[in-house]
């Protein structure tokens, strides 16, 4: 908000009054090839999304350079490094995705080895011993074989 000084300078100060009015804009307005998020995630959801880090100037009736500048993540309540943190998880999106499947390959296939392992000891073609080992040293009286 401004006003004038004792000295009749004009100043800028916070004050309740000259809080932002925001409202929202654009439903019904544009074609939806244009809506946010009509080419891919990363309209809103990027390291430097303007939906969120855009910086916007407050306008008045006065003409002034000394308006507040503010980001839209404030407008809307957000935190600005965990939206930045959000945004470079789409960025290696595609990464987290051959991570993923690959895990879940190696686990499928463990679990399908378990499987067969375990459909085999319940039926009986595997055994749950190991093969019996010859003796060391040979009782007494007998001889090596070699």
Same mark, same amino acid.
């Given at each position: 908000?401004?006003?004038?000084?004792?000295?009749?300078?004009?100043?800028a100060?916070?004050?309740?009054? +000259?809080?932002?009015?925001?409202?929202?804009?654009?439903?019904?307005?544009?074609? @939806?090839?244009?809506?946010?998020g +009509?080419?891919?995630?990363?309209?809103?959801?990027?390291?430097?999304?303007?939906?969120?880090?855009?910086?916007?100037?407050?306008?008045?009736?006065?003409?002034?350079?000394?308006? +507040?500048?503010r980001?839209?993540?404030?407008?809307?309540g957000?935190?600005?490094y965990?939206?930045?943190?959000?945004?470079?998880?789409?960025?290696?999106?595609?990464?987290?995705?051959?991570?993923?499947?690959?895990?879940?390959?190696?686990? @499928? @296939?463990?679990?399908?080895i378990?499987?067969?392992? +375990?459909?085999?000891?319940?039926?009986?073609?595997?055994?749950?011993?190991?093969?019996?080992?010859?003796?060391?040293?040979?009782?007494?009286?007998?001889?090596?074989?070699?």
């Open positions: 908000m401004f006003r004038l000084d004792k000295e009749n300078n004009l100043i100060e916070d004050h309740e009054a +000259a809080q932002p009015v925001t409202w929202p804009l654009a439903h019904d307005v544009r074609p @939806a090839s244009l809506a946010l +009509a080419e891919d995630c990363g309209d809103c959801h990027s390291v430097s999304s303007p939906f969120f880090f855009a910086k916007v100037a407050g306008t008045g009736p006065l003409k002034t350079d000394r308006g +507040a500048v980001s839209m993540h404030e407008f809307m957000k935190d600005k965990y939206q930045k943190l959000f945004g470079l998880s789409f960025t290696l999106r595609s990464l987290f995705k051959v991570i993923l499947f690959t895990a879940l390959f190696f686990i @499928a @296939a463990i679990l399908l378990l499987f067969v392992l +375990a459909l085999g000891r319940f039926t009986g073609l595997i055994q749950g011993t190991a093969p019996a080992s010859p003796e060391w040293p040979p009782p007494s009286g007998k001889t090596s074989t070699k």
